[in-house]
């Protein structure tokens, strides 16, 4: 092995090699050498330096003086320390100052590297030269690999490199650039890092032979700007496409600092003709904000703009805004016209949680025509979604204060009813709970704690309440049936906007809880609470009856008004375990039974006693039938209870857990816990105040997971204990509830008034991966260990975590099936019936390890129809990704293939061909 540090001092060693190193004899003046100079440009040797010249066998004769003048002199403009090494031999030729260096080669100076099996050291031209050998069956080993700071440049044949200049000329060479790669057969680099290629291909697959390629007569790579090549052809497995530009420009910068033209995907759609689509600009303004602005426009008379903006601010906040409209008529000559003037508007918005505020937005509305015609129809689930909300708020908490405040601006719409909700604003001051009595040693009024509570909100609904004609019995239809039918709205346009703010609804609420925690006889918990609520409107319903239509008909009446009612309650909660022990050697060791019954005693008075004046005593027919009615009703806060309460109720939630007997490869005995019941709860009150109906319906919910948490289980069901009654009203037959057990009058034990059954599971191999029923158990566990309370809404929510489609495709998993069953029954009192069921399965298959199938479809057996379904194939094609999903049937009928870079700078690059819905029509 041969080191050398300095230049000339590995000369001297290398003269034991041959006596005319230097062109002359011992004892003759030596001629004047001249200035080594290095040229400007690279010039091809004159003589051949594949051979190596004849060196005698004499050893040379060298004095000192000479020796000490060699090792002083200065050779080119060298900065820094030089090393390289060989591992077969390091010959100098000091006639033509050059080094000649075989076998596992490599060459240092500064950020430079050189690595070959043969390298030649031109030391007067500043040069170096590489290539590779022929072994003895006449194969090319070692061919260059040269590197110059984060750049690398694998030689197929040889280079040559001026190490002044900083140029270089290869032949035949890969470099690497950002994600793509670059080959040329004669490449040429100048100084700054930028590369010329003749005849070269750009690709982002990193195999021999590619899957794919960018062929051009000429490329040019700027390093940390962009790659820009002349006319050019896309190659598929060396087969050229049709598919090319007279230019291309492709970034080769980080992501944050590429801007760029989008270029537009086209075709033909059967209602709107052809389209030129998604034909923009990229902005990258900054590191923090980038937008992409494009549209699109259809040959028989539509057209589209988009913008989509991304910002982030490290440890400050990130986001994004997105707003579409879009426009279409189609032409007179149409067989089924279709005209829209649609827009979409989103908005997030995410602070980093610092200091005492806090600023979030999440905000996703629009009309209801983009919903139904522009949505992608590759995006199956929101094109089924027919519910939007948006909230944009701000909260402080007032350091060294037990204050808190937040604003919100709120917003809800349902695409079916068209009814819209926006709450603006939606006003909180709330005061933390407060010990005033914590120094005392009594219990009960050392865990005394009151708190304060303001709320004030201003609604605008486009719902619309007739003032004449109420129907005094709305009330009582919509808490048996459990839910309102659809409501007459107004459109929410801008021309309707000052009728709809005429129309808002606002009001303000005060609430003042008092409780007190304590222990009673060792084993219980009690709870002492009170509750004081004043609303403020500055509205209220005079209601009045119109004998000449015989109808009852309702004014609002302007002015200040005051509810105040207040509730106080006692509650005592104890825990009881029971526990059943296996005899030994059983695989269930032993099951528990958790049992946690609450009693509770409530009292409120009756608000809607004539003297509260919150009630109004009005006739609401020709019979002379005189009814008790809200003055607030439908109003935002609501008004007082109606009626006495002194209920006793109860509430005894189970939980039954086994512990199983596990044996691992150890043969090791371990045991784990596996939920029989993860929780059985039974609730029911009993009213001492009134004079009917004092038993409440039995409400009962369960949930469990089988089969190792592969089944999720949900039921839950509304008992009334009351039995009804058939009256003849004319010439009309009316069912009510009456005052007496059913069991009394010989129907049973009551009524299923309501119930649900939600059955969701997943089957796969995988024993790591989590199935939506895991998923959706265990989001619900922390949601109730949190202390949330179950509804529809937390539902929806997990349900739609839970069951996310195919967001990502995981090839691990040969194949996966998810599957659900929901089952609603409501009955009302008048014996009007309603059921809907529901089968949902989706899931994926792996035909190999590069081919997945995934579907996703439904049942609706009360329709008796199939649902909305999806059929899609994905193949992964090493550097591409191919993407085909079909929707066979239904409102958004379509299909579409994609051929795509996995490389996120060529994410343009593709293949697509698409069959849009408004083809179905």
Known sequence: MHYLTRAFLSLYTCTLFGPAVFGQETGKSRA??????????????????????????????????????AIQQEIGDITTTINYYAEDSIVSDFRQNKVFLYKGAWFEYGNIRLDADYIIIDWENSELYASGLEDSTGVVQGTPVFKEGNSIYEIRRHMRYNFESQKALISDVVT????????????????????????????????????????????????????????????????????????????????????????????EEQRRGFFLRDFGYYFAFSDYIHTRVTGEI????????????????????????????????????????????????????????RGNSRFSASANFGTKSYNDNILNPGNFQQNQQSDFSSNISYSKTFTGTPFSMSANLRHSQNQVTDEVNLLLPDVAVNMNRQNPFRNIQFEPLKTLN???????????????????????????????????????????????????????????????????????????????????????????INYYY??????????????FNRINYYNSSFNLATNIYGFYTFKKGSKI???????????????????????????????????????????????????APMGE???????????????????????EVDTKKVPILQTLNVSTSYNFAV?????????????????????????????????????????????????????????????????????????????????????RDELTNEFLNQGGQMNDFVENEINRIANDPSQYIDWSIPWNMNFSYNLSYNKAASGTTNITQAINVSGDLSLSDKWKINFNSGYDVAAARITQTMIGIARDLHCWQMNVNWVPFGRFTSYNIDIRVKSNILRDLKVSRRRSFFDSF
């Not at 990193?206 to 090549?229: A, C, M, Q, T, Y």
């Not at 219980?524 to 209220?540: C, H, K, P, Q």
């Not at 309460?645 to 043969?667: H, P, Q, W």
């Open 32 to 69: 004047a050498e001249r200035e080594l100079t290095a040229p400007d440009t690279l010039i091809t040797p004159i003589q051949e330096v594949e051979e190596l010249p004849s060196l005698p066998d004499s050893i040379l004769q060298i004095s000192p003086e000479e020796l000490d003048s």
């Open 450 to 540: 009151i708190a304060w509570n303001f709320n004030a909100q201003n609604s605008i609904n486009n719902r619309i309440t007739p003032e004449l004609g109420v129907d005094p019995d709305l009330q009582q239809q919509v808490e048996e049936l459990g839910q309102p039918t659809a409501p007459d709205v107004l459109p929410f346009t801008f021309a309707n906007l000052p009728q709809l703010l005429r129309d808002a609804d606002n009001g303000f609420r005060h609430t003042v809880p008092i409780s007190s925690n304590f222990s009673l006889f060792r084993f219980f918990t009690g709870t002492a609470s009170m509750n004081f609520t004043e609303i403020w409107y500055l509205d209220r």
């Open 546 to 559: 119109n004998p000449a239509e015989e109808r009852l008909d309702r004014i609002l009446e302007s002015g």
């Open 176 to 267: 690497q650039q950002d994600e793509g790669l670059l080959r040329g057969e004669t490449v040429k680099k100048t100084k700054d890092g930028s590369v010329y290629l003749n005849k070269g291909f750009y690709t982002t697959c990193d195999l021999v032979e590619p899957h794919w390629h960018i062929s051009s007569s000429k490329i040019k790579s700027v390093r940390g700007k962009h790659v820009i090549s002349g006319p050019f052809n896309l190659y598929f497995n060396n087969i050229p496409t049709p598919l090319g530009l007279p230019f291309g420009v492709i970034p080769d910068t980080p992501e944050e600092k590429t801007s760029g033209i989008i270029f537009p995907s086209y075709g």
């Open 645 to 667: 309460a002194k209920a006793l109720s109860i509430n005894i939630r189970n939980v039954v857990e086994a512990k199983v007997r596990t044996e691992s490869d150890t043969a």
């Open 691 to 775: 004079d009917s109906f004092n038993l409440a319906p039995v409400n009962f919910n369960t949930r469990t997971s089988l089969f190792d948490k592969r089944l999720s289980v949900n039921l839950s069901a509304n008992f009334d204990p009351y039995a009804t009654q058939t009256f003849t009203n004319g010439e009309r037959q009316v069912t009510r509830r009456v005052n007496a057990f059913a069991w009394k009058r010989g129907q049973g034990l009551g009524t299923i008034r309501r119930a649900s059954l939600n059955l969701n599971g997943s089957i796969n191999p995988s024993k790591t991966e989590q199935s939506p029923a895991e998923v």
């Open 298 to 353: 259809f040959s028989k008379g539509g057209y589209g703009l988009k913008t989509a903006s991304v910002y982030n601010k490290r440890y400050r906040f990130k986001g994004g805004l997105n707003i579409d409209y879009q426009k279409f008529q189609s032409p007179e000559t149409a067989e089924q016209p279709l005209e829209y003037d649609a827009f979409w508007f989103r908005w997030n918005h995410n602070p980093e949680t």
């Open 589 to 639: 060791e032993a099951i528990r039974h958790h049992m946690q019954p609450t009693f509770g005693f409530t009292s409120t008075p009756d608000f809607s006693d004539p003297r509260f004046g919150y009630y109004q005593e009005v006739q609401t027919n020709s019979d002379g039938r005189i009814q008790r009615l809200s003055r607030y009703q439908g109003f935002i806060y609501g008004g």
